[in-house]
Nanobody
């Protein structure tokens, strides 16, 4: 039983940066992999970045070298630092967590809009 709450979304100009946060509460000890997914209207939800409990990260090709996922275990928070943002990055970004028993948890999402 895990609750995820995202924050940090907003409107930013192309080339700008945003930092998303996802605060987790509940059975934190049960979380294994965490990630950020994104979904724009008319498109399917896609994985942007994931990070394991051991700190191993993977990124979608579209965000690699621009986004950085990290986690602060002391604060029970995962972050997504987004740099050099592009209009195509516009989407609702959802925090996701998977327990060690393969149970998935989702946040409500935070809107990121990249526009001049």
């Amino acid at each position: 039983q895990v609750q995820l709450v995202e924050s940090g979304g907003g409107l930013v100009q192309p080339g700008g940066s945003l930092r998303l946060s996802c605060a987790a509460s509940g059975s934190i000890f049960s979380i294994n992999t965490m990630g950020w997914y994104r979904q724009d209207p008319g498109k399917q939800r896609e994985l942007a970045a994931i990070i394991t409990s051991g700190g191993i990260t993977n990124y979608a090709d579209s965000v690699k070298r621009r986004f950085t996922i990290s986690r602060d275990n002391a604060k029970n928070t995962v972050y997504l630092q987004m740099n050099r943002l592009k209009p195509e990055d516009t989407a609702v970004y959802y925090c996701h967590a998977m327990s060690r028993r393969s149970v998935s948890y989702w946040g409500q999402g935070t809107q990121v809009t990249v526009s001049s």
